[in-house]
């Protein structure tokens, strides 16, 4: 990875259109470029009985976090309730976490927020804060307007003034939009762009973004365990998932035996998060996340206002889908 020195040194020659001087100054730093391979557990933000940040419980879940082989955590995503801390919080999460991330753990923080300016001064101030890299969803709420043009400016103004390497984030469940495939392929192309979570859960779209990015050093993240290991067959090389957060030795125990091709045992493991998966993430939703966490000797606890606690009928739903497969 540059240092943020050398990238704001070089930047000028990027933005000037001196794209032959930019890459071999870039191919000189490509050893030490980010390595995102690995499993990572979007981490849910604990409250108090107040709906204050509850820090103390977070350092506690660090704790545990830190005993599991994460590649690093991923801090402010959907799972962390990001839309609902202010802005002073989510950097203050994101310092917290840093100064407890053992070392060598790599700390992605989303950084996304609905209009360039903004997003541009949030990422300089979650690199100020500790973070490696950052995770920039796709701006939404004029999505009819959010087309390949609009997203390709927008991604490439936040990469331009990054001191940090850009991840691209497309979660639609939660937008209502996907990061178009061409507008990938280009913004793979930017020096500090280095890669892209695909929470749509297309198999066949997220291996044509490898192919066709395949001459980029560039990184595709699963977004969702229920597909992790499809994920790995088609190039990608790590994930971002929620159910991490509870079942994280197991994830990265899938992600071991995909990267040592032992694809008949990593089936067998796969196909029994998948429904756990699904509970926590497109049935139930975070707040189903933050109860299973209290079940597997996490602080989840409540949700911010307005998202609402599971009600007796999902909780029981939600014990099925652990209990059927074997984890409760």
């Given at each position: 990875?540059?240092?943020?020195r050398a ?5 000028p020659?990027y ?5 032959a001087v930019?890459r ?11 390595d ?9 933000t ?14 506690e ?5 830190a005993?599991i ?7 402010q ?10 802005e ?5 999460v ?10 060598g753990k ?5 950084s ?21 890299a ?6 939404c709420?004029?999505?009819?307007k959010?087309?390949s043009r ?6 490439t103004?936040?990469?331009?003034s990054?001191?940090v390497p ?8 939660n ?10 392929a ?24 490898v192919?066709?990015?395949k ?11 229920g ?11 790590g ?12 994830l990265c ?17 796969q196909?029994?998060?998948i429904e ?13 996340l ?9 602080h ?8 609402q606690?599971?009600?007796d ?9 652990f ?6």
């Amino acid at each position: 990875m540059l240092s943020v020195r050398a990238w704001r040194a070089l930047a000028p020659l990027y933005q000037g259109g001196h794209l032959a001087v930019w890459r071999r100054a870039q191919s000189q730093a490509a050893a030490s470029r980010l390595d995102l391979s690995g499993i990572y557990p979007p981490i849910a933000t604990p409250f108090t009985a107040k709906e204050e940040v509850d820090y103390q419980k977070l350092e506690e879940n660090l704790q545990k976090y830190a005993q599991i082989p994460f590649k690093g955590l991923v801090v402010q995503g959907s799972n962390g309730e990001y839309p609902f801390l202010t802005e002073e919080e989510r950097v203050e999460v994101v310092r917290r976490v840093r100064r407890s991330l053992p070392a060598g753990k790599v700390l992605m923080a989303g950084s996304g927020c609905e209009s360039t300016r903004a997003t541009v001064s949030m990422t300089e101030r979650m690199a100020g804060a500790g973070a490696d890299a950052v995770l920039v969803v796709t701006p939404c709420f004029y999505k009819g307007k959010m087309d390949s043009r609009a997203l390709i400016q927008h991604f490439t103004k936040v990469a331009d003034s990054s001191p940090v390497p850009v991840v691209l984030y497309s979660v639609p469940a939660n937008t209502g939009l996907e990061l178009p495939l061409d507008a990938v392929a280009q913004l793979a192309q930017h020096p500090n762009i280095l890669g892209f979570k695909d929470s749509g859960g297309d198999i066949t779209r997220i291996g044509l973004i490898v192919h066709k990015t395949k001459t980029q050093d560039f990184q595709v993240l699963a977004g969702s365990a229920g597909f992790l290991m499809a994920a790995y067959c088609v190039g990608a090389v790590g994930g971002v998932c929620a159910l991490a957060n509870v079942l994280g030795r197991e994830l990265c125990e899938l992600e071991r035996l995909c990267v040592s091709g032992r694809w008949e045992e990593a089936r067998v493991l796969q196909q029994r998060l998948i429904e756990p998966n699904a509970a926590v993430t497109r049935k139930l939703g975070v707040p189903a996340l933050k109860q299973a966490m209290e079940w597997f000797g996490f602080h989840g606890g409540a949700c911010r206002s307005p998202l609402q606690p599971l009600a007796d009928a999902e909780i029981q739903q939600l014990r099925r889908d652990f209990s059927s497969n074997g984890w409760l």
